[in-house]
């Protein structure tokens, strides 16, 4: 009876064994999946000011053992300043397995201001202001935030030109021969722009032969 009674018992703790071992879960070691929405150029490029604010498409995770999972962002687009903008997105499964996958938006600044007309108006510092004008201005294919004047100042040949960030525009210190009489013109200064560039006013100084003078001009878009 004692070796029927510790074969039973052997029995018993073996398929205890057994039991135990054939119920232990394999462990969890296998990130998500991250898949971001409409990742194409529709989406990743987008022209400066085109809006306000950068609509981001997002994303999803899937994984093997807990299905969907929660997928959060970081970093920003500045839809105002032209570059390149890396979003990051996360996904962490129960397990604590997490995985990364990132977004890149080109912020293209460079094609914006092509071929828009405005109505410009200058106004020298202590003089009446000039009779306006229709000036077309353009941007360079080559340089981001780059805009180029065709009459600057109100001179004939007043090719000079700005580079804008944010909502100023700078005017670096260049020499332009024009105006009639030609004479080579030192043009400086810098101004602000609203929203989508619809106006633009630019504080500039200029020095011709020694002589300085200031003025601004002011561009409302037709």
């Given at each position: 009876?004692?070796?029927?009674?510790?074969?039973?018992?052997?029995?018993?703790?073996?398929?205890?064994?057994?039991?135990?071992?054939?119920?232990?879960?394999?462990?969890?070691?296998?990130?998500?999946?991250?898949?971001?929405?409409?990742?194409?150029?529709?989406?990743?490029?987008?022209?400066?000011?085109?809006?306000?604010?950068?609509?981001?498409?997002?994303?999803?995770?899937?994984?093997?053992?807990?299905?969907?999972?929660?997928?959060?962002?970081?970093?920003?687009?500045?839809?105002?300043?032209?570059?390149?903008?890396?979003?990051?997105?996360?996904?962490?499964?129960?397990?604590?397995?997490?995985?990364?996958k990132t977004r890149t938006v080109t912020v293209d600044g460079a094609i914006y201001v092509d071929n828009f007309t405005y109505t410009a108006t200058d106004y020298p510092d202590g003089g009446s202001a000039g009779t306006p004008w229709q000036e077309t201005l353009t941007s360079s294919t080559l340089t981001y935030n780059k805009i180029n004047f065709q009459r600057f100042a109100d001179y004939d040949n007043g090719i000079a030109y700005g580079t804008i960030s944010g909502t100023t525009i700078t005017i670096p210190t260049q020499m332009v021969t024009c105006g009639s009489p030609l004479a080579d013109r030192q043009f400086s200064g810098s101004g602000t722009f609203t929203n989508n560039l619809t106006s633009i006013t630019i504080n500039y100084t200029e020095v011709t032969n020694g002589t300085t003078a200031t003025g601004h001009t002011t561009f409302v878009r037709n």
């Open positions: 009876m004692k070796k029927i009674a510790l074969i039973l018992a052997s029995i018993i703790i073996i398929a205890g064994m057994f039991t135990i071992s054939s119920c232990t879960k394999t462990e969890d070691t296998t990130k998500p999946v991250i898949t971001l929405t409409t990742d194409d150029a529709t989406h990743n490029r987008v022209e400066q000011f085109s809006a306000a604010t950068y609509t981001d498409p997002g994303a999803t995770a899937t994984d093997d053992e807990d299905k969907t999972v929660t997928v959060t962002v970081s970093g920003t687009v500045n839809m105002a300043l032209a570059g390149d903008y890396i979003l990051t997105y996360s996904a962490t499964d129960k397990a604590g397995n997490k995985a990364e």
